[in-house]
């Protein structure tokens, strides 16, 4: 059995179905992005990712290959139809394509053809397209180890990527692993994102309910529900402010 990554749901099937296995790591079982990938976390509400979207995309030079990874087949496909709308060569790759549509549309892909490509995990991991430089997050993964396959896709061969990912209050949980990433990779880390730092281990019952505590450390002084046990924060907000990522305006120019 080999494995890219090794989290606990793979070390169960190795034990279900192997016998005494012997386990052997080439490197660290500790997860990292590859540094030649920029990271941005964008924390947004999630019925503004489709405009953060199309305003990122129309910064970009034309012809510039995207890959863009949704949760869902459906999600794919409404996203691949608005950015069609929008005057962009955009298709679809998911599993309830056959494999001749999906070859298909990896090679528009590849061949600039069709110069986006909306997907779910089924490209997550093995494609290898040299010139593609941007990766965008739109439905935050499940897991940090899908989140670094996905970015992995750009930034390969010791090129430089860009990998952007909108975050919204229901990826909450995965805070602490994506800052713990962020901050290996001497990535920034937004202060909006700060805000959902610890959320998973702040879980309490409360009179036979599920409730997230933040307490006053969540957010600063100020903090949110002063300690009683509040849900989530009422609004999310950009995570760039004004003069966009590191600043002088915009976001490091066509990247």
């Known amino acids: 059995l080999f494995s890219a990554t090794w989290p606990k749901s793979i070390v169960r099937l190795a034990h279900d179905f192997l016998t005494n296995p012997l386990q052997v790591n080439v490197g660290s079982l500790e ?5 030649d990938i920029k990271q941005i976390i964008q924390v947004c509400d999630e019925y503004d990712k489709r405009r953060h979207l199309l305003s990122h995309v129309s910064q970009q030079p034309r012809g510039i290959k995207i890959l863009i990874f949704t949760a869902t087949k459906r999600g794919a496909d ?12 955009a298709r679809a790759i998911h599993g ?10 990896l090679a528009e892909f590849k061949s600039g053809k069709s110069p986006i490509m909306v997907a779910t995990d089924v490209a997550s991991r093995g494609l290898d397209v040299r010139d593609l430089t941007l990766v965008f997050n739109y439905d935050f993964p499940q897991a940090i180890e899908d ?3 996905r970015i992995g896709r750009t ?3 010791g090129n ?3 990998a952007i990912s909108f975050f919204t209050s229901k990826d909450a949980k995965k805070a602490d692993g994506l800052i713990k990433i ?3 990779a001497k990535q920034e880390v937004p202060r909006d994102l700060l805000r959902y730092q610890g959320y998973s281990r702040k879980f309490v019952g409360r009179r036979g309910s599920d409730r997230y505590s933040y307490g006053s450390s969540f957010g600063g002084a100020r903090g949110y529900g002063n300690g009683r046990g509040s849900s989530m924060p009422a609004a999310d907000t950009a995570s760039y402010n004004g003069g966009g990522y590191g600043g002088g305006g915009g976001y490091g120019g066509k990247y």
Not at 31 to 35: G, M, P, S
Not at 78 to 89: A, N
Not at 96 to 105: E, H, I, L, N, V
């Open 78 to 89: 409404q996203l691949t139809r608005v950015l069609r709308d929008s005057g962009y060569g």
């Open 160 to 162: 430089k990527g860009t």
């Open 31 to 35: 997860l990292h992005a590859n540094k």
């Open 96 to 105: 309830d394509k056959s494999q001749q549509d999906r070859d298909w549309t």
């Open 155 to 157: 930034g390969r061969a």
């Open 147 to 149: 989140y670094i396959h």
């Open 182 to 184: 962020l901050s290996e």
